[in-house]
């Protein structure tokens, strides 16, 4: 039966879940059609949580499914637990953990906890500096007409949107040009949806994404100037569009690691087009 919390009063801790003051960490392994998830936390006594507080896991995707919470015990017993999920992505798996009192009133809250990836060899955890897992998670679905979309809402993380049964979220992870164009397309619609579009003014996620883009063409966030999307008469700012555009270009002309190598997108791309010839067909 699903935990219902009512009469959420008082306030709320945060419980921190990155960084170094780590109170709570997750690892994923992948293991054929399923996720195993590993979890250890230990609490800040700061907290003052009470032993008998209970704690609760859930795993879920941003403006997708949400799966049932775990029990993590209580404060005064909790530790190490492990559980299996399926029918989710990695890429776009998230968690949000609660304690919660004997009346259910939520006294601790962390929310869009990342997972580490557990590997299957000697090393327990791997880092993929590809823009793909920083940036934007990529999600398979067949509720789309087109190849490909973003999918957006206030408070969100953009995800990017793939139609199922093309192969093309593989296609992605490995194809260079396929990376370049679905990119090129979507990191310029997100950009423009945060600067224009009044819904997500305050959203939490704006900045976050803005500046991890900028921080993807090697400059600090805190430099750059971003020009408003509209002038002093509404009209579009002719600024805007070619900062998008040139934020974008960079973004992806950076060079990141691809396959254990370091590669430069754009070069690889425009290389890539110019040796591939077409003849065209013999009218005759």
């Known amino acids: 039966m699903t ?16 960084g170094e003051n780590t109170e709570f960490i997750i690892e994923v392994k992948k293991q054929k059609n399923l996720l195993r998830i590993r979890s250890k936390s230990k609490f800040n006594a700061d907290h003052n949580f009470k032993e008998n507080d209970k704690i609760f896991l859930q795993a879920y995707e941003s403006g997708g499914i949400a799966k049932e919470p775990w029990s993590l015990g209580t404060i005064g017993k909790t530790g190490e637990f492990e559980f299996t999920i399926n029918d989710i992505s990695f890429d776009t798996l998230m968690f949000r953990l609660k304690v919660i009192d004997e009346n259910n009133f939520v006294k601790g809250f962390a929310d869009e906890i990342r997972p580490n990836l557990e590997s299957s060899g000697k090393n327990k955890t791997t880092k993929d500096s590809e823009i793909s897992n920083t940036l934007l998670p990529i999600r398979e679905t067949d509720k789309i007409s087109l190849p490909f979309a973003v999918d957006m809402s206030p408070d969100s993380k953009p995800i990017l949107l793939v139609k199922s049964k093309l192969n093309l979220k593989e296609q992605f992870k490995h194809d260079i040009k396929t990376k370049v164009f679905i990119y090129t397309s979507v990191i310029k619609q997100i950009l423009t949806i945060y600067l224009s579009d009044n819904n997500f003014k305050n959203c939490t996620q704006r900045k976050r994404f803005i500046d991890k883009v900028i921080s993807n063409t090697g400059t600090d966030p805190d430099l750059v100037d971003i020009p408003n999307y509209f002038d002093e008469n509404q009209n579009i700012n002719q600024d805007a569009l070619e900062w998008i555009d040139n934020i974008t270009s960079e973004c992806l002309n950076n060079p990141v690691e691809f396959k254990g190598k370091k590669i430069n997108y754009i070069t690889v791309f425009e290389k890539q087009c110019r040796e591939q010839n077409f003849e065209d067909d013999d009218e005759d």
């Open 3 to 18: 935990q219902v919390v009512s009469n959420r009063t008082g306030r709320e801790r945060i419980i921190t879940a990155e």
